[in-house]
């Protein structure tokens, strides 16, 4: 069975996305540390990122360096913070979480209940950053 996230990259289910390329796909993620906190992912679905072929892989860093740019112009923050975790969903995937402090990226904390209109207004700013870029 096809990952959630090949099945968003499919179109079977809603996303708030922010970029796309013809091998990847950035969206925010549904349960967010911080606002703006972006989901980068290979369209190409590995469970692991350092299984990814070496031109997937290079795309992959290459666009979340992209996103990250639109991320911090459109959101406030001091930097963004890279995870690349892995563990809750079987296709390799790297968050991008705007951050003032370190501690902004601790995934034990509470997520973000965020309605939909705001998503989609986050989602619209950093998409207009990336077509800056």
Do not use: W
């Not at 406030?76 to 995870?83: D, E, H, L, N, S």
């Not at 509470?110 to 998409?127: M, N, Q």
């Amino acid at each position: 069975m096809a990952s959630v996230f090949t099945r968003i990259v499919n179109g079977e289910i809603p996303s708030y996305k922010v970029a796309e390329t013809e091998s990847c796909y950035a969206f925010l993620d549904i349960n967010p540390l911080k606002e703006g906190h972006t989901l980068v992912i290979p369209k190409k679905e590995v469970d692991y990122i350092f299984d990814l072929d070496e031109k997937t892989y290079t795309e992959l860093q290459l666009f979340a360096r992209k996103v990250a740019k639109a991320v911090k112009a459109a959101v406030p923050c001091k930097r963004i913070g890279v995870a690349v975790l892995g563990m809750e969903v079987p296709h390799a995937h790297i968050h991008l979480v705007p951050l003032d402090s370190e501690g902004d990226l601790d995934f034990r904390k509470p997520k973000l209940s965020l309605d939909r209109g705001r998503f989609e207004e986050i989602a619209a700013s950093i998409a207009a950053e990336y077509a800056k870029l």
